[in-house]
């Protein structure tokens, strides 16, 4: 089976040698319960030389493509790229900052092929067994925050999830592409969860080490941030999901 990684980017040209070796990571931990890998990177209107060292970096990897947006469009409109150009029946997202482990991905990946069949799955840091020792506060409280307020709006939809904002998942393929995600920033990461789960499919959680960004800087604007999920709290409990058209853009919690 291929499984395809989604890696969305936006001026990340400081962590790629360290993210290449993340990639060289995850494919190896999916290569040993026996399944191929494609990389997908999007890089998203970067200006800091990301198209080009990505050509550098990988340009003997028949496996790796690179997708290159004209202009800064957001994450989600990148994974959006990344997710037509998928080949794979797994579709496995994460960000270029690194903020989980990358050998989850066999975890990941096995949460949604084998016995348990899930939807999607999707690491978190706030369940037993996950930490996220050296992130920032106002980084936890915002995620935690949301994610409590995510579970209440959905109730027993909800299914247990404790991290909603998550950016590393796996996804089946044919069931993603049928989640119709309006976000085009990092809210797209909730939404799609959201949607899955208000459509009644299943979802496992796995508890993961989420770690500080290492190099380059945070996308987060942290007022935009919470008004755009509040926003989407709103729909979840008035029931507005379907004519939701989410404007302006902001970023991850």
Not at 165 to 179: E, H, N, S
Not at 213 to 236: D, F, P, Y
């Amino acid at each position: 089976m291929l499984v395809s990684v989604v890696i969305p980017l936006y001026n990340e040209e400081a962590g790629l040698e360290a993210l290449s070796a993340d990639v060289e990571i995850m494919r190896q931990s999916i290569a040993a319960i026996g399944h191929s890998v494609e990389v997908i990177f999007v890089d998203d209107g970067s200006n800091d030389g990301t198209t080009w060292n990505l050509s550098i970096l990988f340009r003997t990897r028949q496996d790796v493509r690179v997708v290159a947006h004209k202009r800064n469009r957001g994450f989600g409109a990148a994974l959006r790229s990344g997710i037509r150009n998928a080949r794979g029946a797994v579709i496995l997202a994460c960000d270029g900052d690194r903020p989980y482990p990358p050998g989850d991905a066999s975890l990941l990946v096995e949460a949604v092929q084998g016995p348990e069949d899930a939807d999607v799955s999707t690491v978190s840091p706030w369940g037993s067994g996950g930490r996220a020792d050296d992130v920032p506060g106002h980084r936890r409280l915002l995620s935690r925050g949301a994610s409590l307020l995510y579970r209440l709006a959905l109730g027993k939809r909800a299914g247990g999830l404790t991290c909603f904002t998550a950016t590393y998942r796996g996804y089946k393929a044919d069931v993603l592409r049928t989640v119709e995600f309006r976000s085009d920033d990092f809210l797209a990461n909730a939404e799609i969860l959201v949607r899955l789960l208000v459509d009644g499919r299943r979802a496992i959680e796995i508890p993961a080490a989420l770690s500080n960004r290492e190099m380059g800087t945070s996308k987060m604007r942290v007022a935009r941030t919470i008004r755009r999920h509040l926003g989407l709290l709103w729909r979840i409990v008035t029931g507005g999901l379907d004519d939701w058209r989410p404007k302006g853009s902001g970023a991850p919690v």
